[in-house]
Protein backbone atom coordinates (compact mmCIF):
# COMPACT_ATOMS: atom_id res chain seq x y z
CA UNK A 1 0.00 0.00 0.00
CA UNK A 2 1.17 3.41 -0.78
CA UNK A 3 1.76 6.21 1.58
CA UNK A 4 -1.76 7.70 0.44
CA UNK A 5 -4.04 4.54 0.37
CA UNK A 6 -7.04 6.00 -1.64
CA UNK A 7 -4.44 6.83 -4.49
CA UNK A 8 -3.25 3.21 -4.64
CA UNK A 9 -5.67 2.35 -7.88
CA UNK A 10 -4.64 5.53 -9.40
CA UNK A 11 -1.20 5.65 -8.76
CA UNK A 12 -0.95 1.91 -10.05
CA UNK A 13 -2.74 2.12 -13.49
CA UNK A 14 -0.11 5.23 -14.25
CA UNK A 15 2.36 2.98 -13.25
CA UNK A 16 1.19 0.15 -15.28
CA UNK A 17 0.98 2.87 -18.17
CA UNK A 18 4.72 4.67 -18.03
CA UNK A 19 6.29 0.98 -18.18
CA UNK A 20 4.79 0.23 -21.45
CA UNK A 21 5.50 3.50 -22.75
CA UNK A 22 8.39 3.05 -25.87
CA UNK A 23 9.40 6.49 -24.63
CA UNK A 24 7.86 9.49 -22.07
CA UNK A 25 8.05 13.24 -22.11
CA UNK A 26 8.48 14.65 -18.62
CA UNK A 27 6.48 18.13 -18.50
CA UNK A 28 6.29 20.29 -15.08
CA UNK A 29 5.59 23.25 -13.90
CA UNK A 30 8.23 25.83 -12.84
CA UNK A 31 8.36 26.65 -9.55
CA UNK A 32 9.46 25.35 -6.57
CA UNK A 33 6.53 22.23 -6.33
CA UNK A 34 7.30 21.41 -9.83
CA UNK A 35 10.68 21.05 -9.77
CA UNK A 36 10.82 18.55 -6.98
CA UNK A 37 7.87 17.33 -8.91
CA UNK A 38 9.74 16.72 -11.92
CA UNK A 39 12.73 15.20 -9.83
CA UNK A 40 11.00 12.69 -7.93
CA UNK A 41 9.29 11.56 -11.34
CA UNK A 42 12.67 11.84 -12.90
CA UNK A 43 14.49 9.71 -10.27
CA UNK A 44 11.60 7.20 -10.16
CA UNK A 45 11.43 6.87 -14.00
CA UNK A 46 15.34 6.46 -13.82
CA UNK A 47 15.61 3.49 -11.70
CA UNK A 48 12.17 1.86 -13.28
CA UNK A 49 14.30 1.83 -16.19
CA UNK A 50 12.14 3.72 -18.28
CA UNK A 51 13.62 5.88 -21.04
CA UNK A 52 12.74 9.63 -20.49
CA UNK A 53 13.08 13.17 -21.83
CA UNK A 54 12.26 16.50 -19.13
CA UNK A 55 11.13 19.99 -20.34
CA UNK A 56 9.39 22.85 -18.10
CA UNK A 57 6.82 25.27 -19.09
CA UNK A 58 5.77 28.20 -16.86
CA UNK A 59 2.07 27.73 -18.30
CA UNK A 60 0.30 24.81 -19.83
CA UNK A 61 -1.41 26.43 -23.14
CA UNK A 62 -2.71 25.13 -26.57
CA UNK A 63 0.90 26.67 -27.86
CA UNK A 64 2.75 24.63 -25.16
CA UNK A 65 0.71 21.50 -25.51
CA UNK A 66 1.16 21.74 -29.08
CA UNK A 67 4.95 22.33 -29.55
CA UNK A 68 4.55 18.72 -26.78
CA UNK A 69 2.66 16.91 -29.04
CA UNK A 70 4.81 17.88 -31.84
CA UNK A 71 7.62 15.66 -30.14
CA UNK A 72 8.01 11.75 -31.18
CA UNK A 73 7.19 10.63 -27.59
CA UNK A 74 4.35 8.46 -27.26
CA UNK A 75 3.42 8.96 -23.71
CA UNK A 76 3.46 12.30 -21.34
CA UNK A 77 3.65 12.26 -17.94
CA UNK A 78 2.24 15.85 -16.60
CA UNK A 79 3.42 16.98 -13.37
CA UNK A 80 2.34 19.53 -11.06
CA UNK A 81 -0.25 20.87 -14.26
CA UNK A 82 -1.94 19.16 -16.63
CA UNK A 83 -5.22 18.73 -14.75
CA UNK A 84 -6.64 22.13 -15.39
CA UNK A 85 -5.33 21.61 -18.79
CA UNK A 86 -7.73 18.00 -19.38
CA UNK A 87 -9.72 20.05 -22.05
CA UNK A 88 -6.96 20.83 -24.17
CA UNK A 89 -5.10 17.41 -23.63
CA UNK A 90 -8.32 15.21 -23.97
CA UNK A 91 -8.17 16.60 -27.60
CA UNK A 92 -4.66 16.17 -28.30
CA UNK A 93 -5.19 12.44 -27.14
CA UNK A 94 -7.98 11.94 -29.01
CA UNK A 95 -6.50 12.53 -32.01
CA UNK A 96 -3.46 10.45 -31.12
CA UNK A 97 -0.82 12.66 -30.18
CA UNK A 98 0.30 10.75 -27.06
CA UNK A 99 -1.11 9.10 -24.27
CA UNK A 100 -1.33 11.22 -21.16
CA UNK A 101 -0.10 10.61 -17.46
CA UNK A 102 -0.84 12.81 -14.94
CA UNK A 103 0.36 13.53 -11.29
CA UNK A 104 -1.09 17.28 -9.97
CA UNK A 105 -3.01 18.50 -7.91
CA UNK A 106 -4.82 21.71 -8.96
CA UNK A 107 -8.65 22.19 -10.11
CA UNK A 108 -9.63 19.29 -13.15
CA UNK A 109 -10.75 21.46 -16.08
CA UNK A 110 -14.11 19.80 -17.47
CA UNK A 111 -12.85 16.49 -18.96
CA UNK A 112 -11.36 13.31 -18.14
CA UNK A 113 -8.35 10.60 -19.14
CA UNK A 114 -7.55 7.48 -17.84
CA UNK A 115 -4.09 7.64 -16.59
CA UNK A 116 -5.24 10.65 -13.76
CA UNK A 117 -3.25 10.82 -10.53
CA UNK A 118 -4.93 14.35 -8.27
CA UNK A 119 -5.78 13.68 -4.86
CA UNK A 120 -9.13 16.29 -5.46
CA UNK A 121 -10.30 13.35 -7.57
CA UNK A 122 -10.62 11.13 -4.42
CA UNK A 123 -12.13 13.75 -2.12
CA UNK A 124 -8.44 15.40 -0.56
CA UNK A 125 -7.84 18.94 -0.10
CA UNK A 126 -5.25 19.41 -2.55
CA UNK A 127 -4.46 23.05 -1.84
CA UNK A 128 -3.69 21.80 1.56
CA UNK A 129 -3.11 18.33 2.01
CA UNK A 130 -1.05 16.98 -1.15
CA UNK A 131 0.82 19.02 -3.54
CA UNK A 132 2.06 18.22 -6.82
CA UNK A 133 5.38 16.54 -5.74
CA UNK A 134 3.31 14.73 -3.26
CA UNK A 135 1.32 13.43 -6.24
CA UNK A 136 4.18 12.73 -7.99
CA UNK A 137 5.71 10.89 -4.90
CA UNK A 138 2.39 8.37 -4.82
CA UNK A 139 3.09 7.51 -8.59
CA UNK A 140 7.26 7.02 -7.55
CA UNK A 141 6.49 4.81 -5.06
CA UNK A 142 3.78 2.89 -7.60
CA UNK A 143 7.27 2.73 -10.27
CA UNK A 144 9.55 0.84 -7.54
CA UNK A 145 10.59 -2.08 -8.98
CA UNK A 146 10.79 -5.53 -7.17
CA UNK A 147 12.88 -4.68 -4.10
CA UNK A 148 13.19 -1.15 -5.04
CA UNK A 149 12.81 1.43 -2.71
CA UNK A 150 11.61 5.10 -3.41
CA UNK A 151 10.67 6.62 0.00
CA UNK A 152 13.94 8.69 0.23
CA UNK A 153 12.27 10.91 -2.31
CA UNK A 154 9.46 12.22 0.17
CA UNK A 155 12.28 14.58 1.24
CA UNK A 156 11.81 16.21 -1.93
CA UNK A 157 8.17 15.96 -1.91
CA UNK A 158 7.88 17.42 1.69
CA UNK A 159 10.10 20.59 0.16
CA UNK A 160 7.47 20.61 -2.86
CA UNK A 161 4.68 20.87 -0.43
CA UNK A 162 6.36 23.62 1.52
CA UNK A 163 6.90 25.03 -1.63
CA UNK A 164 3.47 25.38 -2.59
CA UNK A 165 2.89 26.67 1.17
CA UNK A 166 0.80 23.81 2.71
CA UNK A 167 2.23 23.98 6.11
CA UNK A 168 0.41 27.44 6.63
CA UNK A 169 -1.19 26.01 9.97
CA UNK A 170 2.22 25.41 11.72
CA UNK A 171 3.00 21.88 9.79
CA UNK A 172 1.99 19.53 6.89
CA UNK A 173 -0.89 17.86 7.52
CA UNK A 174 -3.43 14.98 5.85
CA UNK A 175 -1.89 12.72 3.05
CA UNK A 176 1.15 15.59 3.41
CA UNK A 177 1.87 13.90 7.14
CA UNK A 178 1.65 10.32 5.40
CA UNK A 179 4.50 11.14 3.60
CA UNK A 180 6.41 12.94 6.05
CA UNK A 181 6.09 9.51 8.04
CA UNK A 182 7.71 7.65 5.02
CA UNK A 183 10.50 10.00 4.93
CA UNK A 184 11.08 10.03 8.57
CA UNK A 185 11.02 6.38 8.70
CA UNK A 186 13.40 6.19 5.53
CA UNK A 187 15.55 8.58 7.66
CA UNK A 188 15.74 11.10 5.24
CA UNK A 189 14.16 13.53 7.11
CA UNK A 190 13.65 14.66 10.68
CA UNK A 191 10.35 16.14 11.66
CA UNK A 192 11.53 18.74 15.05
CA UNK A 193 9.53 21.31 17.05
CA UNK A 194 12.04 24.56 16.73
CA UNK A 195 11.79 28.33 15.99
CA UNK A 196 9.53 29.06 13.09
CA UNK A 197 11.66 32.20 11.83
CA UNK A 198 12.87 31.72 7.77
CA UNK A 199 17.34 31.39 8.45
CA UNK A 200 17.73 29.12 11.23
CA UNK A 201 20.10 27.22 8.65
CA UNK A 202 22.03 30.20 6.85
CA UNK A 203 20.95 33.39 8.50
CA UNK A 204 23.54 35.30 11.29
CA UNK A 205 20.92 35.35 14.33
CA UNK A 206 20.76 39.14 13.76
CA UNK A 207 19.42 39.38 11.11
CA UNK A 208 17.42 36.20 11.23
CA UNK A 209 15.29 38.29 13.91
CA UNK A 210 15.65 41.29 11.98
CA UNK A 211 14.55 40.17 8.54
CA UNK A 212 11.53 37.92 10.80
CA UNK A 213 8.91 40.24 9.56
CA UNK A 214 6.35 37.73 10.05
CA UNK A 215 6.75 37.64 13.48
CA UNK A 216 6.31 41.30 13.73
CA UNK A 217 8.44 41.66 17.35
CA UNK A 218 8.61 46.14 17.96
CA UNK A 219 11.79 46.71 18.42
CA UNK A 220 13.24 43.93 16.68
CA UNK A 221 11.35 42.97 13.24
CA UNK A 222 12.64 44.96 10.75
CA UNK A 223 15.25 46.72 13.01
CA UNK A 224 18.84 45.85 12.81
CA UNK A 225 20.02 47.69 16.01
CA UNK A 226 17.09 46.77 18.06
CA UNK A 227 17.74 43.25 17.09
CA UNK A 228 21.79 43.16 18.17
CA UNK A 229 20.60 45.05 21.36
CA UNK A 230 17.85 42.19 21.93
CA UNK A 231 20.77 39.52 21.66
CA UNK A 232 23.45 41.36 23.50
CA UNK A 233 21.31 41.65 26.57
CA UNK A 234 21.21 37.93 26.61
CA UNK A 235 23.47 35.92 28.35
CA UNK A 236 25.20 34.03 25.40
CA UNK A 237 28.04 33.86 23.17
CA UNK A 238 27.07 35.39 20.12
CA UNK A 239 30.16 34.97 17.93
CA UNK A 240 32.57 32.63 17.02
CA UNK A 241 35.73 33.59 15.43
CA UNK A 242 34.60 37.05 14.79
CA UNK A 243 31.58 36.31 13.03
CA UNK A 244 27.84 35.79 14.24
CA UNK A 245 26.68 32.92 14.72
CA UNK A 246 23.78 30.82 13.17
CA UNK A 247 20.40 29.41 15.13
CA UNK A 248 22.13 25.80 13.67
CA UNK A 249 25.44 26.70 15.35
CA UNK A 250 23.42 26.72 19.21
CA UNK A 251 23.55 24.17 21.62
CA UNK A 252 19.72 23.38 22.60
CA UNK A 253 19.99 25.17 25.96
CA UNK A 254 21.55 28.02 23.81
CA UNK A 255 18.52 27.79 21.90
CA UNK A 256 15.85 27.52 24.50
CA UNK A 257 17.47 30.37 26.51
CA UNK A 258 16.77 32.34 23.24
CA UNK A 259 12.97 31.71 22.30
CA UNK A 260 11.92 32.37 26.05
CA UNK A 261 13.72 35.43 25.63
CA UNK A 262 11.96 36.09 22.48
CA UNK A 263 8.74 35.16 23.81
CA UNK A 264 8.80 37.21 26.92
CA UNK A 265 9.65 39.99 24.48
CA UNK A 266 6.59 39.59 21.87
CA UNK A 267 4.47 39.14 25.41
CA UNK A 268 5.31 42.59 27.05
CA UNK A 269 5.38 44.35 23.46
CA UNK A 270 1.60 43.27 22.94
CA UNK A 271 2.20 41.01 20.38
CA UNK A 272 -1.32 39.34 19.94
CA UNK A 273 -1.33 35.47 21.26
CA UNK A 274 -1.25 33.80 18.14
CA UNK A 275 1.06 35.53 16.11
CA UNK A 276 3.09 34.06 19.80
CA UNK A 277 2.51 30.63 19.11
CA UNK A 278 3.32 31.15 15.76
CA UNK A 279 6.72 32.24 16.68
CA UNK A 280 7.29 28.06 17.21
CA UNK A 281 6.45 25.00 14.81
CA UNK A 282 6.70 22.02 13.28
CA UNK A 283 9.99 22.25 11.00
CA UNK A 284 11.62 19.90 8.58
CA UNK A 285 15.06 19.11 8.07
CA UNK A 286 16.81 16.86 5.66
CA UNK A 287 19.20 14.49 7.23
CA UNK A 288 21.18 13.58 4.21
CA UNK A 289 21.84 17.66 3.89
CA UNK A 290 24.82 19.75 5.18
CA UNK A 291 24.26 21.43 8.54
CA UNK A 292 24.12 25.15 7.89
CA UNK A 293 23.46 25.08 4.57
CA UNK A 294 19.71 26.27 3.03
CA UNK A 295 19.33 22.45 1.53
CA UNK A 296 19.71 21.56 4.91
CA UNK A 297 16.38 23.23 5.81
CA UNK A 298 12.75 22.33 3.81
CA UNK A 299 11.66 26.12 3.51
CA UNK A 300 15.16 27.87 2.65
CA UNK A 301 15.31 24.99 0.28
CA UNK A 302 12.26 25.69 -1.52
CA UNK A 303 13.13 29.58 -1.55
CA UNK A 304 16.81 28.35 -3.33
CA UNK A 305 14.20 26.52 -5.92
CA UNK A 306 11.81 29.45 -6.52
CA UNK A 307 14.88 32.08 -6.83
CA UNK A 308 15.86 29.66 -9.87
CA UNK A 309 12.16 29.17 -10.88
CA UNK A 310 11.65 32.80 -11.69
CA UNK A 311 14.63 34.23 -13.46
CA UNK A 312 13.47 30.86 -15.80
CA UNK A 313 16.42 28.63 -14.62
CA UNK A 314 14.40 25.16 -14.28
CA UNK A 315 17.59 23.68 -15.20
CA UNK A 316 19.73 24.45 -12.06
CA UNK A 317 16.65 24.03 -9.61
CA UNK A 318 16.01 20.48 -11.17
CA UNK A 319 19.85 20.05 -10.85
CA UNK A 320 20.23 20.55 -7.34
CA UNK A 321 17.09 18.33 -6.52
CA UNK A 322 18.89 15.62 -8.31
CA UNK A 323 22.24 16.51 -6.45
CA UNK A 324 24.41 18.43 -8.06
CA UNK A 325 25.94 20.27 -5.46
CA UNK A 326 28.31 22.16 -7.05
CA UNK A 327 28.26 24.53 -10.51
CA UNK A 328 24.16 24.03 -10.11
CA UNK A 329 24.21 24.89 -6.13
CA UNK A 330 26.75 28.03 -6.50
CA UNK A 331 24.18 29.34 -9.49
CA UNK A 332 21.02 29.10 -7.74
CA UNK A 333 22.94 30.87 -4.68
CA UNK A 334 23.61 33.75 -7.02
CA UNK A 335 20.13 33.97 -8.34
CA UNK A 336 18.69 34.14 -4.47
CA UNK A 337 21.11 37.29 -4.12
CA UNK A 338 20.44 39.16 -6.97
CA UNK A 339 16.78 38.22 -6.24
CA UNK A 340 16.78 39.84 -2.89
CA UNK A 341 18.45 42.42 -4.33
CA UNK A 342 15.84 43.08 -6.90
CA UNK A 343 12.78 43.02 -4.52
CA UNK A 344 14.73 45.59 -2.00
CA UNK A 345 15.79 47.79 -5.09
CA UNK A 346 12.44 47.84 -6.60
CA UNK A 347 11.04 49.14 -2.66
CA UNK A 348 12.93 51.16 -2.19
CA UNK A 349 11.70 52.56 -5.89
CA UNK A 350 8.53 52.52 -4.82
CA UNK A 351 8.42 54.36 -1.67
CA UNK A 352 10.15 56.55 -3.25
CA UNK A 353 7.96 57.45 -5.94
CA UNK A 354 5.26 57.31 -4.17
CA UNK A 355 1.42 55.58 -4.89
CA UNK A 356 -1.25 56.93 -6.27
CA UNK A 357 -4.51 56.79 -4.20
CA UNK A 358 -7.81 56.26 -6.46
CA UNK A 359 -11.04 56.02 -4.31
CA UNK A 360 -10.72 52.49 -3.59
CA UNK A 361 -7.28 51.75 -4.55
CA UNK A 362 -4.16 52.84 -4.67
CA UNK A 363 -1.40 51.97 -7.28
CA UNK A 364 2.09 52.51 -9.40
CA UNK A 365 3.36 51.74 -12.80
CA UNK A 366 6.83 50.45 -12.18
CA UNK A 367 7.00 50.31 -16.14
CA UNK A 368 10.52 48.22 -17.42
CA UNK A 369 11.85 49.66 -13.47
CA UNK A 370 10.36 46.54 -12.20
CA UNK A 371 10.51 42.65 -13.75
CA UNK A 372 7.30 41.65 -14.30
CA UNK A 373 7.49 38.57 -12.65
CA UNK A 374 8.68 39.98 -9.44
CA UNK A 375 6.26 43.54 -9.34
CA UNK A 376 3.82 41.26 -7.62
CA UNK A 377 5.76 40.48 -4.66
CA UNK A 378 6.85 43.81 -4.08
CA UNK A 379 3.75 45.25 -4.42
CA UNK A 380 2.65 42.83 -1.61
CA UNK A 381 5.76 44.16 0.37
CA UNK A 382 4.82 47.92 -0.47
CA UNK A 383 1.40 47.52 1.40
CA UNK A 384 1.83 49.34 4.80
CA UNK A 385 5.47 50.89 4.51
CA UNK A 386 6.45 54.52 4.24
CA UNK A 387 3.31 56.47 2.44
CA UNK A 388 1.40 53.24 1.36
CA UNK A 389 -1.38 52.82 3.02
CA UNK A 390 -2.70 49.24 4.24
CA UNK A 391 -6.27 49.79 4.09
CA UNK A 392 -6.65 50.02 0.43
CA UNK A 393 -5.87 46.89 -2.36
CA UNK A 394 -2.80 47.78 -4.53
CA UNK A 395 -2.56 47.63 -8.11
CA UNK A 396 0.97 47.39 -10.03
CA UNK A 397 1.79 47.78 -13.24
CA UNK A 398 5.15 46.35 -15.24
CA UNK A 399 5.94 46.32 -18.85
CA UNK A 400 5.73 42.66 -20.26
CA UNK A 401 6.61 43.82 -23.60
CA UNK A 402 5.95 46.60 -25.95
CA UNK A 403 2.30 45.61 -26.45
CA UNK A 404 1.42 44.22 -22.95
CA UNK A 405 1.63 45.50 -19.35
CA UNK A 406 1.44 43.09 -16.33
CA UNK A 407 -0.51 43.76 -13.71
CA UNK A 408 -0.29 42.69 -10.00
CA UNK A 409 -2.91 43.34 -7.54
CA UNK A 410 -3.09 42.64 -3.46
CA UNK A 411 -4.96 43.04 -1.05
CA UNK A 412 -5.88 42.07 2.86
CA UNK A 413 -7.65 39.13 4.82
CA UNK A 414 -9.11 42.69 6.39
CA UNK A 415 -10.65 43.67 2.86
CA UNK A 416 -11.71 39.69 1.40
CA UNK A 417 -13.70 39.96 4.78
CA UNK A 418 -15.38 42.78 3.75
CA UNK A 419 -15.86 41.25 0.33
CA UNK A 420 -12.85 42.34 -1.80
CA UNK A 421 -12.33 39.56 -4.69
CA UNK A 422 -9.63 41.11 -6.69
CA UNK A 423 -9.69 38.03 -9.26
CA UNK A 424 -13.30 39.05 -10.44
CA UNK A 425 -11.89 42.37 -10.60
CA UNK A 426 -8.96 41.49 -12.37
CA UNK A 427 -10.70 39.49 -14.74
CA UNK A 428 -13.69 41.74 -15.60
CA UNK A 429 -11.96 45.03 -15.36
CA UNK A 430 -9.21 43.52 -18.15
CA UNK A 431 -11.64 41.90 -20.31
CA UNK A 432 -13.00 45.39 -20.63
CA UNK A 433 -9.92 46.56 -21.99
CA UNK A 434 -9.30 43.62 -24.65
CA UNK A 435 -6.70 41.67 -21.80
CA UNK A 436 -7.53 38.72 -19.43
CA UNK A 437 -6.84 37.86 -15.69
CA UNK A 438 -7.80 36.03 -12.63
CA UNK A 439 -6.19 34.44 -9.51
CA UNK A 440 -6.90 34.78 -5.81
CA UNK A 441 -9.70 36.89 -3.98
CA UNK A 442 -6.31 38.43 -1.77
CA UNK A 443 -4.04 38.33 -4.68
CA UNK A 444 -4.41 38.38 -8.58
CA UNK A 445 -3.21 39.28 -11.77
CA UNK A 446 -3.76 40.49 -15.46
CA UNK A 447 -2.55 40.90 -18.44
CA UNK A 448 -3.67 44.30 -20.91
CA UNK A 449 -2.40 46.01 -23.89
CA UNK A 450 0.12 48.74 -23.22
CA UNK A 451 -1.87 52.26 -22.57
CA UNK A 452 -4.96 50.97 -21.33
CA UNK A 453 -3.60 51.59 -17.72
CA UNK A 454 -6.00 54.56 -17.07
CA UNK A 455 -9.36 52.71 -18.29
CA UNK A 456 -8.51 49.80 -16.77
CA UNK A 457 -8.30 51.66 -13.57
CA UNK A 458 -11.17 53.31 -13.52
CA UNK A 459 -12.76 49.76 -14.09
CA UNK A 460 -10.76 48.32 -11.06
CA UNK A 461 -12.00 51.53 -9.26
CA UNK A 462 -15.65 50.69 -9.84
CA UNK A 463 -15.88 47.15 -9.17
CA UNK A 464 -13.90 47.10 -5.97
CA UNK A 465 -15.81 50.45 -5.04
CA UNK A 466 -18.63 47.98 -5.75
CA UNK A 467 -17.58 45.13 -3.74
CA UNK A 468 -16.68 47.09 -0.65
CA UNK A 469 -19.41 48.73 -0.49
MN1 LIG B 1 1.94 22.76 -7.04
Redesign the pocket.
Known amino acids: MGPVPDLDDRAEACAERLRAADSVLLAS ?1 I ?1 A ?2 LT ?1 AAVAATALERADIAFETVFSKQLDADELARIAATDHDTILFT ?1 FGSGQLDLIAAHEAAGDFTPVIAD ?2 QPADADTEYHLNPLLVGIDGAAKL ?2 AGAAYVLARALEPDGGDNRDLAALSVV ?1 AVG ?1 MQDGDGGLRGANQGIVDEGVAAGVLSEETDLALYGRQTRPLPKLLEYASEARIPGISNDEAGAVAFLTDLDLPLKEEGEWRRWVDLTGEERRTLASALMRRAVTSGVPADRIDGLVGTTYVLADEEPGTELRDVSEFSTLLNATARYERADVGLAICLGDRGAALDRARTLLRNHRRNLSEGLQWVTSEGVTVEEHVQWFDAGTRIRETIVGIIAGMAVGADGVRHDLPIVAFAEKSPEEVKVSARGSHFLTDRGLDLSAAMREASREVGGDGGGHDVAAGATIPAGSQRAFLDEVDRIVGEQLG
Open positions: HDDGSDHHSGGD
